[in-house]
């Protein structure tokens, strides 16, 4: 394969220990350098994976850093992402691509204007879950695809989150925090979206932290807390999504898939993996074998992916589709606001299927 792509890590909050166990087993991704501005943090960090502890200016200059793996807040996203962008650097970030969409839109073009490679969270769809879901899709097995219901519904993250202030204001809410991992699985399995029709309520003024050192404060609610809509993707298959922190309990399937000819559920879309079942007409329901994704998958399998893509070729967790997947959310929020049909402005390819492999470029073995 050559050499792995020499990662640098921006920001080292809980969600980069997922990142980091993954990269232990990758072939194609090595981490050089990290930082965060807790710089003991990233001194400890650094002193695990055998890289440098530097600040973010250094590791974003720094000639041996091929690719900024960006997870700090969204609030930052665009920021470091654009730095990268600037001194040549391909950048992979967590979700969303950016916290607004002309932000977004800001750091796609400047990456397709300096030639550099822009990829985003999430990469769960490349597991063998939703690739297995896709493959029973794309072979025949429910006929024509009809529609499909995405539901998500929760009683909030303030119930176990320490610091869930964030989930109430603007950038939060059920759709921009839960809706990337749904929404591209949709994208993923039935392509681009055309435009949306929504709704939303905002049924509380207040929350109450229920854990951690600020158990019992009353934080407030500037978001909607529930968005329901349906998407109209380009090949006319009408999707129902419902993004809820609202509810206490659900036994709906996270997604389903309706064809002509038989209904397939789909498992959650936050996992690498699950079970995916077949109900085709005049049978009964059926559990499919992985028959195609990642096996054994984690968060940074994207990277991965980026990295062992040819060039001139689209990497499957790209910043095209992670910015109409946020052009979708956005609209739609726009759509309840207005009471009125949004046309989805932005397309994208239908990422790559992804075949029954265990990485992108090989494991290392046990041990290394």
């Keep these: 394969m050559g050499q792995p792509l020499r990662v640098g890590i921006v920001g080292l909050g809980a969600i980069s ?31 695990e994976q055998g890289a440098r502890a530097l600040t973010v200016d250094e590791l974003v200059a720094d000639p041996e850093v091929d690719l900024v793996l960006n997870l700090t807040i969204p609030a930052a996203h665009a920021e470091i992402a654009l730095k990268a962008i600037a001194a040549g650097k391909d950048v992979y970030g967590e979700k969303p691509l950016a916290a607004t969409l002309d932000d977004a839109r800001v750091v796609v073009e400047a990456g397709r204007a300096a030639g550099v490679r822009v990829g985003c969270a999430p990469d769960t769809v490349l597991g063998t879950g939703v690739q ?10 429910i006929g024509e695809p009809v529609a499909a219901t995405a539901t998500m519904m929760t009683p909030g993250h303030e119930r176990w989150h320490p610091n869930p ?11 921009l ?104 007409l005049d049978g009964e329901w059926q559990t499919l074998p992985p028959s195609a994704g990642y096996r054994d998958a984690g968060r940074g399998y994207g990277v991965a992916d980026l990295a062992t893509t040819p060039p001139g070729a689209a990497a499957r967790a790209s910043g095209d589709v992670a910015y109409h997947v946020l052009d979708i959310m956005t609209s739609l ?3 309840a606001g207005s009471g009125t049909a949004v046309t989805v402005e932005s397309t994208c390819d239908r990422p790559a299927p992804v075949p029954l492999s265990d990485a992108p470029g090989g494991t290392r073995p046990s041990g290394r």
């Design 17 to 47: 220990g997922q990142y980091l166990s993954a990269f232990a087993r990758l072939e194609a991704v090595r981490v050089v350098a990290v930082a965060d501005l807790d710089a003991a943090r990233a001194e400890a960090v650094a002193a």
């Design 333 to 335: 929020l726009a759509s």
């Design 132 to 141: 297995t879901a896709r493959a029973a899709i794309d072979g025949g097995a």
């Design 177 to 280: 925090d839960m809706g990337p991992y749904y929404v591209t699985t949709l994208v993923t399995l039935l392509g681009p979206v055309a435009s949306v029709v929504g709704t939303a309520s905002h049924t509380r003024a207040t929350r109450t932290v229920g854990s951690g050192p600020r158990q019992g404060a009353v934080i407030p609610v500037d978001v909607d807390t529930h968005v329901t809509g349906v998407l109209r993707h380009e090949s006319g298959v009408l999707s129902t999504l419902v993004m809820s922190f609202d509810s206490v309990a659900t036994q709906a399937a996270e997604i389903e898939v309706h064809g002509q000819t038989g209904s397939l559920i789909v498992p959650d879309p936050n996992r690498f993996d699950g079970d995916v079942q077949l109900h085709v």
């Design 165 to 175: 202030d964030f989930y109430y204001q603007p950038g939060g809410g059920p759709l």
